[in-house]
């Protein structure tokens, strides 16, 4: 039993059992034995819960207290000098210290605070390492990032396996499956979190699967080779493929790096959403599926566990009983689990918390680069910056296989409204309306460039390259000079650092070049940066044209689109849909 708990038990206030002892001049715990005791219990003070859960006596400096067993509490010390402590059943009578009743609570409560303190960051360590012996990690390689920075945008490839790995999961997936990527979802969050995109990879999309080097135990390279036109989800698994195989399938297909992946078993719709206490889904008319054996009226209902996964699972209740139609129905469910995970029912529960945290990591398997429990947690708190309303789900826009024939198995990218997406999600463009934000960027782009624009004969410029393809800098001056008119311009080979993005840099009297020299590039205006110039090789100042890791080319332009196609899916994770 604790200070608290023997307090109690005798009706003596906790804050009453600190003595002074004379001798010393220090406070020190003094616990009578339990007995019954006699009269009428006087008034007792309430003390917090964490103020008495391990309370320690006061000891003075240089003096270290004798080793006790686990849940041991200590019983009476008699110090030298002081007078012996009274039989088991008696009360001492003693002489209270002049210091007042608020300064023993405040001793009382500030000596065990400290120690509680200490013991639940103790403990909160002690629970972040358990947490990351739950968490699987596979090394990628160069496909992925070596780390995770919280000052730039990420891209996370969410990849769910039909593995039919787990208790309870025999009957569930293709039987003998290696672990295909089943569902695919490739999340982009914005540099300044105001906004993030879930773009869905269909399974069934047919791809060119490229050439994967995978790291193997015992850290040698083994070379797989790729394959033309195969079914998306054959990226995992199929030929020991691992998930950087996937990752690099996805850059290849759309252009856009992914940094990490997250990959989850069935398991995981069912822990997750059992942890959350359930997630509200809604559906338009009543569900009787056999296949997946989810059963729902209609309209709302909260589901969980093996009910939950069926929902996720379910092809057949829904729309033409294709991927497609179930990907809508997957993107619903996010939606509202993300709700039901971010709402205050959950954050303020430590019990569901804990549940959570126990859930997500068993269910992960990640990539080295945010293998640690304070990396995912980082993770989850930069996407906890980004509203519900601007997180957009989204597909691939895609079209049927014209090699199918007749019957519909497959899809392809759609090649007119595809790249269009891709480039978004590549240079950071919302796909939802951030008000502040096109504001913000709408003035930027009027005052860089209004203005006149000068002759492409009087643009002196020089053309470094700070992480395009190797010889992007000679084939711009190439084309600059011999398409453009821009004879005045120089090659000066790679620049000082690698850039993500294509810069112009200026100084004040040569805003007229750098415009021209920006609509010739088809720059965008945030590439624009007015400052200062340098000085050519004919002692002239000259505008910095540097080309960055998104150089595509001279004469492609890189100005991003500012909306989505026309006709695209896509719905925002703060809206509840009933799946038809």
């Known amino acids: 039993m604790d200070a608290q708990g023997r307090g109690r038990a005798d009706n003596i206030d906790p804050a009453d059992q600190w003595v002074l002892n004379p001798n010393t001049g220090d406070y020190e715990l003094r616990l009578q034995a339990s007995a019954p005791q006699s009269g009428v219990p006087g008034p007792r003070r309430t003390v917090s819960r964490a103020g008495a859960a391990a309370a320690s006596p006061r000891t003075a400096p240089g003096r270290e207290r004798d080793p006790l067993p686990d849940n041991d509490v200590p019983g009476p010390r008699r110090r030298r000098g002081a007078p012996e402590e009274p039989l088991p059943g008696r009360r001492r009578t003693r002489t209270k210290p002049k210091a007042s009743r608020a300064k023993k609570v405040l001793l009382w409560t500030g000596g065990t605070m400290a120690f509680v303190l200490v013991g639940v960051s103790a403990a909160g360590y002690l629970y972040l390492k358990h947490l990351e012996g739950n968490v699987q990690t596979t090394n990628v390689g160069d496909a992925g990032a070596k780390g995770f920075s919280k000052d730039e945008a990420f891209n996370i490839l969410i990849i769910g396996t039909d593995k039919r790995t787990g208790k309870g999961n025999e009957g569930y997936g293709d039987a003998g499956s290696v672990g295909h990527a089943d569902t695919n979802i490739l999340l982009h969050v914005a540099k300044d979190r105001s906004n993030a ?156 918390l804990v549940k959570l945290a126990e859930a997500a990591t068993k269910a992960l398997t990640v990539d080295t680069g945010i293998g640690k429990v304070d990396t995912l947690k980082d993770v989850a708190l930069e996407l906890k910056k980004v509203p519900p309303k601007n997180i957009t789900f989204t597909t691939v826009p895609v079209r049927d296989n014209p090699a199918d024939g007749a019957v519909r198995k497959t899809v392809i990218v759609d090649p007119a409204a595809a790249p269009q997406v891709f480039s978004m ?42 992480g395009a393809p190797a010889g992007s800098a000679q084939e711009t001056l190439d084309w600059l000079q011999n398409s453009q008119g821009v004879t005045k311009s120089s090659q000066l080979g790679n620049a000082d650092e690698t850039l993500s993005r294509t810069t112009v840099e200026y100084s004040p009297d040569q805003a007229d070049q750098a415009r021209k020299l920006a609509d010739l590039m088809g720059l965008p205006a945030s590439a624009m940066k007015p400052g200062k110039s340098e000085t050519n090789s004919q002692g002239l100042p000259a505008i910095v044209l540097t080309l960055g890791k998104d150089f595509k080319g001279a004469g492609v332009s890189l100005t991003a689109p500012s909306k989505a196609p026309e006709g695209i899916q896509k719905s925002t994770a703060d809206k509840s849909v009933c799946a038809s």
């Open 197 to 352: 995109t879930a773009m869905s990879i269909p399974r069934d999309l047919v791809v060119d699967i490229p050439n994967c080097p995978t790291i193997q135990e015992d850290g040698s390279t083994k070379e797989i080779a790729g394959t033309p036109a195969q079914r998306f989800n054959t990226s995992l698994g199929q030929s020991e493929r691992d998930p950087g195989c996937t990752m690099r399938t996805v850059k290849a297909v759309t252009g856009i790096p992914v940094d990490h992946f997250m990959m989850a078993d069935f398991n995981a719709v069912k822990t997750l959403t059992t942890a959350v206490g359930g997630v509200e889904v809604c559906v338009a008319k009543a569900v009787d599926d056999e296949e997946s054996k989810l059963k729902l009226p209609k309209g709302k209902s909260t589901v969980a566990g093996e009910q939950a996964l069926a929902f996720v699972r379910t092809r057949h209740s829904f729309g033409n009983q294709g991927d497609l139609d179930r990907i809508k129905v997957q993107q619903q469910f996010l939606g509202s689990l993300m709700r039901k995970m971010s709402s205050s029912d959950t954050l303020t529960s430590p019990r569901k």
């Open 425 to 466: 999600i590549k240079d950071d463009v919302s796909f939802t309306e951030v008000k502040k934000k096109a504001k913000k960027e709408k003035a930027e782009v009027a005052a860089r460039l209004k203005g006149t624009r000068s002759a492409a004969s009087e643009i002196r410029v020089d053309v470094y390259n700070g």
